[in-house]
């Protein structure tokens, strides 16, 4: 019986580590997980005029993911926003003006390398006023390059200089290359080779999975919501006086050959992810 009782053991222990790699590669395969529940995301480094050392800290229990869409126009969702523990926003989407239908707090504005200018235009509001919010900025390399040469990445050094206690981040090089990975994993297309510009919806959608344990997304439609016939036309940005058709603008840019965002495809990775994720979509609201 002994021999027999070894051989088993010796067994077992062969398997486990297959079995705990087997459920590592199950959990990681496909979308973005929580950074493993820790709050230092080394994908997001600290902007400072004394080096770039300080990775993000963050966790927060329920969020709001605010969209730029007109959707919320009417929506009358303020308030409820305000309440989650977190908020996210993203580019230059104001609240001044806006708060009965977007709320007024904003924990954390992703932005793209494209609408920096207009936070530097509009610095007193976004950088003055808003000494609470986190702030985490994406871009190509050759914007965001930090030998003098990254003229955005200068930009907001300055800014950083002058607003010493603003917490400004950017998204490494790594993290954009693993984001293009998660982008190719998703669909089976190569983002480079397609044409293709993530939007900042893609990066603040992973940037919340991985802070947030749970999401509620305002104001996003889903994948199938342009192909409609009865659909309403709504402003592509609720903050614009000249506003253009969102569904037409959705359109333009999935079949645009070269340099669109492909806004529907990424609705329809969101609708995967909610499936695996605690996420909720509220105006419109459906479900995955």
Known sequence: MQP?????????????PLLFWFGHVITRDGSPTP???SSTLRGYMRISPGGMYQFLDMHCNQCALVSSSGHLLGA????????????????????????????SRTSVRVVAHTSVPWLVKNESYFFQRSANTTYVFWGPERNMRQD???????????????????SLYV???EKVEDCDN???????????KTGTYLSTG?????????VCDSIHVYGMIDDNYCRQGHHSPVPY?????????????YNFHEHRKRGGHRFITEKAIYARWATQHKMEFKHPSWSP
């Open 202 to 210: 893609f990066f603040t959608m992973i940037l919340a999975i991985e």
């Open 148 to 166: 003098g040469k990254g003229l955005i990445f200068n930009a907001l050094m300055k800014i950083a200089k002058r607003y010493q206690n603003l």
């Open 76 to 103: 009358g969702a303020g308030e409820e926003i305000d309440k989650a523990g977190c908020v996210f926003r993203m580019n230059n989407a104001p609240t001044e003006g806006f708060e009965k239908d977007v709320g």
């Open 182 to 192: 998660i982008f190719e994993n998703e669909t089976g297309k190569n983002r480079m």
């Open 4 to 16: 027999l009782v070894l051989r088993w053991l010796c067994l077992l222990s062969l398997s486990l």
């Open 171 to 173: 998204v490494t090089k």
């Open 35 to 37: 950074a493993e529940k």
């Open 237 to 249: 940005h609720y903050y614009e006086r000249v506003w253009l058709d969102e569904c037409k603008m």
